[in-house]
């Protein structure tokens, strides 16, 4: 596939840490073909950070997997909202199910947590919530990005650059992503 065919669902809330929706929003916007900001409701978030709503496309339940190729989720305090959501839950499992890639970074990695798909994967989080990562059975690297199969996680601001690079990266690839395969990790 190639990244301008991509068609990329964020799923997030209010509370969203602004520079993990905003910025990989635009750049998304420019090289894939859709993006679609999903929230509770398809209501429009704000962030924790101040910026006023910002726009939502589509409620959580409105999302099938057979209409998007990835799907991001940002950190902040979203996550905790997010996660409470059985319809994210549900889009989130059957996207790993389907081996596309599923994009997480900073407190991102608590809706991962919630849908039960960290088991034995390998990832990267905000370092704050790593003892929780680590009970949930994955192993936790302190690096910018680590892909394990098809997730692709990160740790925090500093690291939106380098996520949405190695993003861009598989869904440019022709090699194709496998759910639930841990041991496949780059950084």
């Given at each position: 596939?190639?990244?301008?065919?991509?068609?990329?669902?964020?799923?997030?809330?209010?509370?969203?840490?602004?520079?993990?929706?905003?910025?990989?929003?635009?750049?998304?916007?420019?090289?894939?073909?859709?993006?679609?900001?999903?929230?509770?409701?398809?209501?429009?978030?704000?962030?924790?950070?101040?910026?006023?709503q910002f726009l939502a496309h589509a409620s959580f339940e409105d999302l099938a997997v057979s209409?998007?190729?990835?799907?991001?989720v940002p950190g902040g305090f979203a996550p905790d909202i997010v996660r409470r959501s059985t319809e994210a839950l549900e889009f989130l499992t059957q996207m790993d199910q389907a081996g596309k890639p599923v994009a997480m970074i900073c407190h991102g990695a608590w809706v991962a947590l919630s849908?039960?798909?960290?088991t034995g994967r390998t990832v990267t989080s905000a370092p704050?919530?790593?003892?929780e990562v680590e009970a949930a059975g994955a192993s936790?690297?302190?690096?910018?990005?680590v892909i394990d199969g098809n997730l692709i996680t990160s740790r925090l601001p500093q690291d939106v650059d380098a996520w949405i690079e190695a993003l861009l990266g598989v869904l440019a690839s022709d090699v194709?992503?496998?759910?639930?395969?841990?041991?496949?990790?780059?950084?």
């Open positions: 596939m190639e990244a301008h065919n991509a068609a990329v669902a964020i799923l997030t809330a209010d509370f969203f840490e602004e520079s993990e929706v905003l910025f990989p929003y635009y750049r998304l916007l420019g090289q894939t073909r859709k993006v679609v900001v999903a929230t509770p409701g398809g209501q429009p978030p704000k962030g924790k950070g101040g910026v006023g209409d998007f190729d990835a799907v991001l849908a039960g798909l960290l704050f919530i790593r003892p936790w690297k302190d690096e910018p990005v194709p992503l496998t759910a639930a395969a841990p041991g496949g990790v780059a950084s």
